[in-house]
């Protein structure tokens, strides 16, 4: 049964940074693309960003460019999302989730989500 | 970037059919957008219900079927019961870059 449990989620103040960690089991986490979509308090859902299974490839949204980094460790068989320069409106629950392959940056299965608060 | 566009809200009656659609604003929703739906019940996390079109995983009950029609992705429930009240979100994949719908909020009343 795949799993994935996020973590790291925190208050914090504008510009200030944060790591979020994702913790993956019941599948081998190499083999699959990973992404991370976020849901600020009482609005859809949007992408963030994506990182092929090898790590290879990594793709971000224009909202994010420039300021978070998604990394991952298949020896951990964890997903990273390292968040800089924090602002506002990045406030949200951040959820991990699975690709269905290896390339796949369309989330498939979710984790429960990690909150995040920007405020001073 | 490419605007994903769904029903704000619609009503379906227990038992009855209902469909949601997905459109994007650089035109028909194809094969190669690589539709998806999810399924967001109130303080829970998204489910992924259909996946490429029309594609369903063990979870997905038999009531839920995704296509695409008249240019535009759906999401059809046929025989709708009280648990499939909630939000509803659906994906294209565009010019590389992933984009959600605002979603549709489903009321069964």
């Known amino acids: 049964e795949v799993q994935l449990l996020e973590s790291g989620g925190d208050l914090v103040q504008p510009g200030e940074s944060l790591r979020l960690s994702c913790a993956a089991s019941g599948f081998t986490f190499s083999s699959y693309g990973m992404s991370w979509v976020r849901q600020a308090p009482g609005k859809g859902l949007e992408w963030v960003s994506a990182?092929?299974?090898?790590?290879?490839?990594?793709y971000y949204a224009d909202s994010v460019k420039g300021r978070f980094t998604i990394s991952r460790d298949s020896s951990k068989n964890t997903l990273y999302l390292q968040m800089n320069s924090l602002r506002a409106d990045d406030t949200a629950v951040y959820y991990c989730?699975?690709?269905?392959?290896?390339?796949?940056?369309?989330?498939?299965?979710w984790g429960l989500g990690t909150l995040v608060t920007v405020s001073s | 970037q490419a605007v994903v566009t769904q029903e704000p809200s619609l009503t379906v009656s227990p038992g009855g059919t209902v469909t949601l659609t997905c459109g994007s604003s650089t035109g028909a929703v194809t094969s190669g957008h690589y539709p998806y739906w999810f399924q967001q019940k109130p303080g829970q996390a998204p489910r992924t219900l259909i996946h490429?079109?029309?594609n369903k995983h063990s979870w997905t009950p038999a009531r839920f079927s995704g296509s695409l029609l008249g240019g535009k992705a759906a999401l059809t429930l046929s025989g709708a019961q009280p648990e499939d009240e909630a939000e509803y979100y659906c994906?294209?994949?565009?010019?590389?870059?992933?984009?959600f719908g605002g979603g549709t909020k489903l009321t069964v009343l």
């Open positions: 989730a699975k690709g269905l392959g290896p390339s796949a940056i369309i989330p498939d299965n």
């Open positions: 994906l294209l994949f565009q010019s590389g870059v992933v984009v």
């Open positions: 990182i092929s299974g090898s790590g290879g490839s990594t």
């Open positions: 490429d079109i029309s």
